[in-house]
T-cell receptor, first 113, second 111 residues
Framework: SQTIHQWPATLVQPVGSPLSLECTVEGTSNPNLYWYRQAAGRGLQLLFY??????ISSEVPQNLSASRPQDRQFILSSKKLLLSDSGFYLC????????????FGDGTRLSIL | GQQVMQIPQYQHVQEGEDFTTYCNSS?????IQWYKQRPGGHPVFLIQ?????EVKKQKRLTFQFGEAKKNSSLHITATQTTDVGTYFCAGLSGLTGKLIFGQGTTLQVKP
């Protein structure tokens, strides 16, 4: 069966520090991969999605970037974190964008101090 | 950009009461998905509706897709404390091919 791993679960970082969040999927090939951010008590904001290795689409201009170095690995990065980057970051995968369910990881709670 | 509007944002009910959340899109959707996020957890897929006017049931949950494929609803009969969480709809835009999430409805159930 397919599983998705996301780490770390919680992260506290100072303003201006770099960020790297990793997400890996097991049990499927060539998945569509997504990064979402959820502010406290709010909805899901799609940040990036990827349909294949090295293919990244950005949904909103921001201080973050994403990379997909391997088929089942998706990384969210920042060179310098801002206070506004705080939130709950969720990675997800699906077999076919929009036509199949998205399966979410457990998320990373990021606090910027 | 295209949005999927979801109402209400919050709902507090007494255990045993019914609950409904609604999603509306300005444009036709190819399908609609529903997710549930428990407090502190991640969204979990509940169901997908594809056909115009489709109705699906999961125990006490009833999902509907509008005839024009622009709106959808989730109705919970006789809520229980285990129903607590945020319910999201997500519509697949026929224009962009992207899945657009509504802002969610957070349900609180008083025992």
């Amino acid at each position: 069966s397919q599983t998705i791993h996301q780490w770390p679960a919680t992260l506290v970082q100072p303003v201006g520090s770099p960020l790297s969040l990793e997400c890996t999927v097991e049990g499927t090939s060539n998945p569509n991969l997504y990064w979402y951010r959820q502010a406290a008590g709010r909805g899901l904001q799609l940040l990036f999605y990827s349909v294949g290795i090295g293919q990244i689409s950005s949904e909103v201009p921001q201080n973050l970037s994403a990379s997909r170095p391997q088929d089942r690995q998706f990384i969210l990065s920042s060179k310098k974190l801002l206070l506004s980057d705080s939130g709950f970051y969720l990675c997800a995968w699906s077999d076919h964008m929009g036509y199949q369910p998205q399966h979410f990881g457990d998320g990373t709670r990021l606090s910027i101090l | 950009g295209q949005q999927v509007m979801q109402i209400p944002q919050y709902q507090h009910v007494q255990e045993g009461e019914d609950f409904t959340t609604y999603c509306n899109s300005s444009t036709t959707l190819s399908n609609i998905q529903w997710y549930k996020q428990r407090p502190g957890g991640h969204p979990v897929f509940l169901i997908q509706l594809v056909k115009s006017g489709e109705v699906k049931k999961q125990k006490r949950l009833t999902f509907q897709f509008g005839e024009a494929k622009k709106n959808s609803s989730l109705h919970i009969t006789a809520t229980q404390t285990t129903d607590v969480g945020t319910y999201f709809c997500a519509g697949l835009s026929g224009l962009t091919g992207k899945l657009i999430f509504g802002q969610g409805t957070t349900l609180q159930v008083k025992p």
